[in-house]
């Protein structure tokens, strides 16, 4: 590293504050008509300091200009980094540039004016101290980059995109060659590849040099810094890599096998992988993120070894989409619903789990119904990052479901075709919605405009119903010996252009499917069936993407999660210290305003806009007769002999469970120990539109352990633990839905 040493104040141009101000606005408004340059590369050398939270750097930068008679060129950099010195390279010697500073802004007053197409290259250098320590969420969920704006420290050093780090150029696609130095015993991990690591001896000490290569084009450089164990292995050609904290190195060679499992199966689906190297970094805060070439998480993530397909394979699939295919996000974000479908959906279809890609598609509706109202749904085409629980079942969820019936419109070649064909195609360079639109109509030899139109460009989803279904004898037209249902499928509001599977139960025990082509708000139709027909359904395998209505669903923690009047009852009997683990989560609740949140699980799920919880005792929540006076729904802590209001929770499950201080049954199963604890949600017994949950520990231990990840648990009606792990899970019957009937078996 080239230390700048300690130099004076740099010499400034000769605009002010309010001619700065003026400037920006005008450049701005150049750079949105037509960017005025673009960096091409960086040659960046940048020495950490991690005790003093400072760095020292020079950075050689090789723009491209865009726009005639160019004056000055503005770079972003953080503010408090201070420019010691801007050069620009030629034929003829090294020009020191004017320069001012913005908050943010680095303004640059070119000596001449240069060509279009011309080619400079500008030699920067600058210091100071990046400090912003990681801050914790209101909510439990990952620390986004958001949450710090980069970290040099003790701990281990951060530095994103969001940093402004380096001076850079917004909507610029460069490549990076990066020099690093650090204190012996510390490890750098950045994109690319790794071409040199030495050791040295410098004035404070032994020092570590390490040189990386980025050859593809990126965003925005990412680097990391700590005290890591690397293990690695040769996959193909790439470095399959781990760098974890010594304590966590034993995990090492799991990362690197589960990584190598996932590159073998999506590089057939999706290509080549584009980078030298994939490495699972561990982190020194909650993350979960995906970069070029890498993926940096979490230190408390690593140890829970975060290696199912929708955690670290989903991290693998974004090497291709959002780190190779760059995403547009000012036109809407594709790539995290592709992402999803692929990794969280069909890897397992790809495996043959059909049992649970069907759970995924249904907790896809689910999440929908729970998380999305009607009157703050929006189109598909505006989600561009996730901010809460319903931008999630939008721009992941939703879109995943969209290209799963993209898939089905279009057959299995040209889905598959049309995503090798959009890597192809836009690795390097940005992607839309209507870029992803053209390809997939391209090669399936169809016009989607209706598809898109529909699905991306609309909000909501279709509400969908059966009206008069019933039985005929006569059959159909040239079968009259055969039998017949009638029926109509509705639709709420403006339709939907639908492929909708009809399934019918019949009493040979055999099934019979069609497939109804719908465009109407009231479509009629007639199935033929060879035997007498029992049940109807549409859609049972959840095929198409719909609204499906709140009361109709499964009990669930989730549900009294985003409803709208939330009450939690705290025990108000036995000792203090078996109430402990009750009163503490409700403490948290109450706090983080009914904070459920959100971890590298599938479990995991954020509230939705709710109003603040209601505390009420057990003495209040039950009456003298052993009704109900808690309204809405309910979260009920701690088991009988703690909590009187916990026998009243049970009686909404209809018989399905019984409770009692030292057992309780679930579904005709007796547990009993006191490892075991219980989180169950039944309807409400007096109010069936909303749900009242229990949960409760055989002992305060039990209690504990499972207290604090408690709203990881939503989207079943109950779970058994033992020790804090699940021992069973499972749903109770939703309410009968609008789109199924039972025929009379007479």
Known sequence: MRSSGSQSSPRRGLIGPAGLSLLLLAMGEAIAAERPFEVLAHDLAVDLFPNEHRLQATDQITIKIHANELEHLVFTLHPDLQVIQVQELSAAGRQPLRLVRGHGKVVL?????????????????????????????????????????????????????????????????????????????????????????????????RSLTSMWEVAAKTEALTL????????????????????????????????????????????????????????????????????????????????RHYVQPYALGHEIVHSWFGNSVFNDTEQGNWVEGLTTYLANYYYDELTGTPAQAFEHRRLMLFGYAVYVRPEEDYPLGRFTHKSDQKDNAIGYQKAAMVFHMLRGEIGEVAFWSGVKTLVAEFTGTYATWQDVERIFGRVAGKDLRWFFAQWIERPGAPVLGIAGAKVT???????????????????????????????????????????????????????????????????????????????????????????????VVLPGQGAEGERTP?????????????????????????????????????????????????????????????????????????????????????????????????????????????????????????????????????????????????????????????????????
């Open 109 to 205: 007053q070119l000596t001449g004016r240069p060509a279009r197409d011309q080619v400079l290259t500008l030699a920067w250098t600058y210091e100071g101290i990046i400090n912003d320590p990681p801050r914790e969420p209101r909510h439990l969920r990952f620390v986004t980059p958001s949450e710090t704006a980069g970290h040099i420290g003790s701990e281990g050093v951060y530095l994103s995109g969001e940093t402004h780090w380096y001076p850079d150029s917004p909507g610029s696609l460069p490549t990076y060659l990066l020099t690093v130095v650090t204190p012996e015993g510390w490890e750098t991990v950045s994109h690319g590849k790794q071409t040199e690591r030495k050791v040295a001896t410098r004035e404070k000490g």
């Open 582 to 746: 009750y009163q503490e989560l409700a403490t948290r609740l109450t706090a983080q305003d009914a904070g459920p949140g959100q971890h590298a699980g599938k479990d995991a799920k954020r509230p939705g806009s709710t109003q603040p919880v209601t505390p009420m005792t057990d003495r209040e929540a039950v009456g003298s007769d052993g009704g109900g006076r808690a309204s809405g729904s309910v979260l009920v802590l701690g088991g009988p002999g703690l909590n009187q209001a916990a026998e009243w929770a049970a009686r909404g499950c209809a018989g399905k469970v019984s409770v009692a201080s030292d057992r309780f049954t679930v579904d005709g199963h007796k547990y009993e120990g006191t490892e075991k604890a219980l989180l169950v949600s039944c309807r409400h017994p007096d109010q069936p539109e909303h749900v009242v949950t229990l949960f409760y520990g055989l002992s305060p231990a039990a209690a504990s352990k499972v207290a604090r990840l408690l709203f990881f648990y939503g989207w079943q009606s109950y779970l058994v633990f033992q020790d804090g792990a699940v021992l069973a899970r499972g749903d109770f019957p939703s309410v009968p839905g609008d789109l199924e009937v039972a025929f009379d078996e007479g």
């Open 473 to 567: 004898s006569t059959g159909i037209p040239g079968r009259p010996e055969g039998v017949a249902i009638e029926a109509t499928v509705t639709q709420a509001g403006v339709p939907y252009r639908l492929r909708l599977p009809l399934s019918v139960m019949m009493a040979n025990g055999q099934t019979h499917t069609t497939l109804l082509e719908l465009q109407e708000s009231q479509q009629s139709f007639t199935i033929a069936v060879p035997a007498r027909p029992l049940r109807l359904q549409i859609d049972p395998e959840i095929t198409v993407f719909r609204r499906m209505n709140r009361d109709r669903l499964p009990p669930m923690l989730n549900l009294f999660v985003t409803d709208r009047e939330r009450t």
């Open 224 to 303: 990391v810094a700590n005290r890591f164990a690397k293990t690695q292995r040769d996959w193909n050609g790439v470095e399959i890599a781990a760098y974890l904290f010594p304590e966590d190195a034993r995990l090492g060679d799991e990362y690197v096998q589960a990584a190598i499992r996932y590159l073998e199966v999506y590089t057939k689906l999706l290509g080549p992988y584009p980078f030298p190297k994939f490495a699972v970094v561990e982190n020194f805060f909650a993350s979960g993120l995906g970069m070029p070439s890498f993926t940096l998480l979490g230190s408390g993530v690593i140890k």
